[in-house]
């Protein structure tokens, strides 16, 4: 099992940036494939970017495609997700995800573990 913390969320104007860092607790991680979700008030939990443990590969939302960095540290047992150019409408809860696998995963229910989320707001 892995246990997930998220930080770095915060409030910042449009334009800035943030880093969010996700660090993972247990053995093993550098097994798992890692996610970034977001979730709006009345909206479903969206993809954001994802990881294959050996950082071999990513994949993006369109939306953040270019702005979005994801990168992990296996030997900090951390997964960073550097937030650039950031806009209102990337204001959510940003959560972190994992699954013990060796491909890229972006749908919500294949991740088996969650941490509990940080709070992005972007104003205008």
């Known amino acids: 099992q892995v246990q997930l913390v998220e930080s770095g969320g915060g409030w910042v104007q449009a334009g800035g940036s943030l880093r969010l860092s996700c660090a993972a607790s247990?053995?093993?991680?550098?097994?798992?494939?890692m996610g970034w979700f977001r979730q709006a008030p009345g909206k479903e939990r969206e993809f954001v970017a994802a990881?294959?443990?050996?950082?071999?590969?990513?994949d993006y939302a369109d939306s953040v495609k270019g702005r979005f960095p994801i990168s992990r540290d296996n030997a900090k047992n951390t997964v960073y997700l550097q937030m650039n150019s950031l806009k209102p409408e990337d204001t959510a809860v940003y959560y972190c995800?994992?699954?013990?696998?060796?491909?890229?995963?972006?749908?919500?229910?294949?991740?088996?573990?969650w941490g509990q989320g940080t709070q992005v707001t972007v104003s205008s």
């Open positions: 990881i294959t443990r050996s950082s071999g590969s990513t």
């Open positions: 995800a994992a699954r013990r696998t060796f491909v890229l995963v972006s749908t919500p229910n294949e991740y088996g573990y």
């Open positions: 247990g053995r093993a991680f550098s097994s798992y494939t």
